[in-house]
Antibody, heavy 124, light 111 residues
Framework: QVQLQESGPGLVKPSETLSLTCIIS????????WSWVRQPPGKGLEYIGHVRYSGNSDYNPSLKSRVTMSLDSSKNHFSLRLSSVTAADTAVYFCARFYAYQLPRGYYYYMDVWGKGTSVSVSS | DIVMTQSPLSLPVTPGEPASISCRSS???????????LDWYLQKPGQSPQVLIYMGSNRASGVPDRFSGSGSGTDFTLEISRVEAEDVGVYFCMQALQAPRTFGQGTKLEI
């Protein structure tokens, strides 16, 4: 059973860069898409983006100028970097795996495994 | 971005009774391949979201058959045939048709 665990600092200063890692256990980073979703306190879910095993990535345009996602197959983990953070970036950050459901032509992707989430506060 | 609107935002229910949550999208979620690109997730208190339904009506692995998804075009529904205590939490719909994926505001189911 694949498990995901987010790790990173719980407190980041304004204007600095938030860096999180998602460690994959009991599964391989290969041949999958990996995503990040965040949830501000008391609010709903916001999709940040995803990174493919190939290394290609796709980001939410609202964050695109500040987001970088990458993966490290040797360590079986993937990462999120969000630069120039403000208080609005305070949230619980979740990593998730996209499961590829095969269609007659192509695949349908949905997030089937999630990490427990890590809380990040932006404050001086 | 596609805007997802859920109703109601709060849903008090009685165990054993049915429950229904509506999700409306600002544009059709029908893909050119004929499938609907809509998922439902449940976030139980203190937990991360878990997938219930994908492609509008397909139950994910391990999801009890009391959960069902339906809909077409821009209107989708998640139904619970008989609510159990373990079903409490916030239900989110999410469109997967167009980047970026967007979620509804969430519906809090309470017993």
């Amino acid at each position: 059973q694949v498990q995901l665990q987010e790790s990173g600092p719980g407190l980041v200063k304004p204007s600095e860069t938030l860096s999180l890692t998602c460690i994959i256990s009991s599964g391989s980073i290969s041949n999958n898409y990996w995503s990040w979703v965040r949830q501000p306190p008391g609010k709903g879910l916001e999709y940040i983006g995803h990174v493919r095993y190939s290394g290609n990535s796709d980001y939410n345009p609202s964050l695109k100028s500040r987001v970088t996602m990458s993966l490290d197959s040797s360590k079986n983990h993937f990462s999120l970097r969000l630069s120039s953070v403000t208080a609005a970036d305070t949230a619980v950050y979740f990593c998730a795996r996209f499961y590829a459901y095969q269609l007659p032509r192509g695949y349908y992707y949905y997030m089937d495994v999630w990490g427990k989430g890590t809380s990040v506060s932006v404050s001086s | 971005d596609i805007v997802m609107t859920q109703s109601p935002l709060s849903l008090p229910v009685t165990p054993g009774e049915p429950a229904s949550i509506s999700c409306r999208s600002s544009q059709s979620l029908l893909h050119s391949n004929g499938y609907y690109y809509l998922d439902w997730y449940l976030q139980k208190p203190g937990q991360s979201p878990q997938v219930l339904i994908y492609m509008g009506s397909n139950r994910a692995s391990g999801v009890p058959d009391r959960f069902s998804g339906s809909g077409s075009g821009t209107d989708f529904t998640l139904e619970i045939s008989r609510v159990e205590a373990e079903d409490v939490g916030v239900y989110f719909c999410m469109q997967a048709l167009q980047a970026p994926r967007t979620f509804g505001q969430g519906t809090k189911l309470e017993i």
